[in-house]
């Protein structure tokens, strides 16, 4: 994927909220995360994503009613998780089918489907985006060279070997148009792809596959209260 931001456009989107809540009314914005999960179900092709999501686990993160959420980056990403070890999955922008230290993989290739489909963003009757290609957010990255094994002392040998590279920000997608999430209002995002009764998303027992909404930006909490909406100088108003 390799996106190369400068900062000069994140610095300008940054002050795009600043100006106002920053400067104006004393609550500067901060960069933030909202990361929503949906489990993967065999022959299921059409997964929404609730941002205002309740029950979360961990690392996952919502968005509250008072908050506006301006994005830099949107991703759409896969995730296998142990439960038995929660918090310790990867987020994937490939369908993961084998690996070098016997982690959980996918059971099949067919999930492969997903970056054949679409990603769409509506806010009320509002079409935000619209058969986005989610084909944007697969990224098989290119592997590191493999690391000496050690010697644990008592025969096992530790090391991962052969580890893919990664680096967040080049799993996501920057994003040139201007795309605000508030909590007043109701945003249904959706992804669609490909998909047929046969379909095998799974990756063993016991064992949850996932596929992850990432959107990465500035959050102002208060930021939706009705005062800002009012104001006829504030950018922002008509997305509360």
């Known amino acids: 994927m390799e996106h190369k931001i400068e900062i000069s456009f994140l610095r300008k989107r940054f002050e795009e909220v600043n100006n106002y809540y920053g400067k104006n009314q004393g609550i500067p914005p901060y960069q933030s995360i909202i990361r929503i999960e949906e489990r993967l179900k065999n022959g299921q092709g059409t997964y929404e994503f609730n941002l205002r999501k309740e029950e979360l686990r961990p690392w996952e993160s919502n968005l509250l009613r008072n908050d506006l959420f301006v994005v830099t980056h949107l991703g759409i990403m896969l995730s296998i998780q142990d439960p038995a070890k929660p918090g310790t999955d990867s987020l994937l922008s490939y369908a993961l089918t084998n690996s070098a230290d016997n982690s959980p993989v996918f059971a099949t290739k067919d999930i492969n489907a997903l970056y054949n ?29 493999s690391i000496l094994a050690l010697d644990d002392g008592e025969g096992n040998t530790t090391g991962n070997l052969n580890q893919p590279a990664f680096e967040f920000l080049n799993m996501l997608h920057p994003m040139a148009e201007r795309l605000t999430l508030t909590g007043t209002q109701d945003h249904r995002i959706r992804i669609t792809f490909p998909t047929f009764p046969a379909a095998d998303y799974s990756a063993g027992e016991n064992i949850e596959t996932k596929v992850v909404f990432i959107a990465l930006g500035y959050r102002v909490p208060g930021g939706t209260a009705q005062k800002f909406k009012d104001d006829t100088n504030n950018p922002f108003a008509a997305a509360i």
């Open 117 to 145: 489909g679409f990603l769409s963003v509506e806010t009320g009757t509002v079409v935000n985006m619209s058969n986005f290609p989610l084909g944007l957010f697969k990224h098989i990255p290119m592997v590191q060279p």
